[in-house]
């Protein structure tokens, strides 16, 4: 007998008809013999339904209150769910984040778990009870309510899995597993079967939707095995693994790509580290993460900073920097909306050359010009103009996963 953490999306709760099908899923796996405990999202479309209405308030909400309101969609799928597992003649019971003591820092819209007792989800599992676990949220040392931004309720099943030592995460979503790239961009794009954990963390990084970061990033700090499957079509999934020696070895695993990213330049900074620790620190400050950093130095001491931030933190990283333009002594501040990253990752370029030139020339191939460059040992990421977003993807996954390499 496994104990098994599943999650399972908006989509995959978005109806009753698709709550009832849920409570199959979780049966089905309780049936087999193992405990069982699920992290649901709200309902697809509600947290959106709940912000419009904060916004219909206050265009730019406080982030404490708009807390409290979205949280309370967890609230609905979670009972739902509960009562349809307890009709079918098995013991559930619905939780939310405080009855779980998931705690967390006080970064509203945006909190990071950093403690989970689960002494009542212990409780509830020795007495042989499915729990129904609220995903996205938690409760400040003060007792405030706290979501974790996006990809929160992901984070939750892993952080959970982690508490409780499950055996295995399972992330339900509306797609069958990890593919070389969208399928909805590249219709030849293939499920893997497996992916390195490394792979992964590069791929949600750099805007793989299936997996969000922090999830993937929590995956490997607690050793949790994870497997993407789909509660619309169920069968294995992609397999996350950490053991590396045993998958084979290709040049490039996927193509991922952002849409979701600004561009904000820094022109004309007087040369000299303490600038751009002010910056940074400035973005650390408010809680704004930076992408990509790049650096160009011209003559007369002065230094030009370009960074990429989500498009959801712009207004404010753009307000911040303009406001503080004078005390770092920028000659200008200028914002780009339309830009978009592509990337390419593989553990296989750890061991083959001449990557980098297949990269760029199937880019080149299309006439579509290069922003910002940033690799790693096992990825190059490029921004583009989001107008060619599409076509390098297609582009690279022709020259890199649909021909033969």
Not at 217 to 233: I, M, T
Not at 283 to 288: E, H, K, R, S, V
Not at 376 to 394: C, P, Q, W
Request: hydrophobic share 45%.
């Amino acid at each position: 007998m496994a104990l098994i953490v599943q999650k399972y999306g908006g989509t995959s709760v978005g109806s009753i008809e698709r709550i009832e099908a849920v409570a199959d899923l979780v049966v089905k796996t309780r049936q087999q013999g193992h405990q069982v405990v699920v992290v649901l999202s709200a309902m697809s479309g509600e947290t959106n339904r709940l912000i419009n209405l904060a916004k219909q308030i206050d265009s730019r909400p406080s982030n404490r209150e708009l807390d409290v309101l979205i949280s309370t969609g967890e609230q609905v799928s979670v009972s739902l769910l509960a009562m349809a597992i307890i009709k079918r003649g098995h013991s559930a019971v619905s939780l939310l984040a405080d009855q779980v003591n998931i705690q967390t820092d006080n970064m509203f819209g945006k909190a990071r778990i950093t403690d989970i007792a689960a002494t009542r989800l212990k409780h509830e599992l020795e007495h042989n009870r499915i729990a129904i676990i609220a995903g996205f949220q938690g409760r400040d040392v003060e007792g405030n309510i706290t979501t974790l931004g996006r990809g929160g309720t992901d984070t939750s099943a892993v952080e959970i899995a982690a508490a409780i030592k499950a055996d295995e995460c399972q992330i339900y979503t509306d797609v069958d597993g990890v593919y070389t790239t969208d399928p909805r961009v590249e219709p030849n794009a293939r499920r893997m079967s497996q992916v390195t954990f490394a792979e992964m963390l590069e791929l949600a990084s750099l805007g793989a939707k299936v997996l969000h970061i922090r999830s993937v990033e929590a995956a490997g700090k607690h050793n949790v095995p994870l497997r993407v499957l789909s509660s619309f079509n169920p069968d294995e999934g992609t397999l996350i693994t950490f053991e590396e020696d045993d998958m084979p070895s290709k040049v490039v695993s996927g193509i991922a790509f952002n849409a979701d990213e600004c561009l904000i330049k820094v022109q004309g900074v007087q040369s000299g580290t303490q600038n751009l620790v002010k910056i940074l620190k400035l973005f650390a400050d408010n809680g704004i993460e930076i992408d990509m950093i790049n650096q160009v130095n011209h003559i007369f001491e002065k230094i030009d900073y370009a960074f990429t931030v989500h498009s959801n933190d712009y207004p404010q990283a753009l307000e911040l920097l303009t406001e503080q333009k004078v005390s770092l002594g920028a000659e200008n501040i200028i914002g780009l909306t339309t830009i978009a990253k592509v990337s390419a990752v593989g553990m296989g370029m750890k061991s083959h050359w001449g990557v980098a030139s297949l990269f760029f020339d199937a880019l080149a191939n299309e006439n579509i010009n290069v922003v910002l460059v940033s690799t790693s040992e096992i990825k190059i990421s490029v921004l583009i103009d989001e107008k060619y977003l599409e076509l390098a993807v297609r582009a690279l996954h022709k020259v890199f996963l649909t021909e033969s390499r």
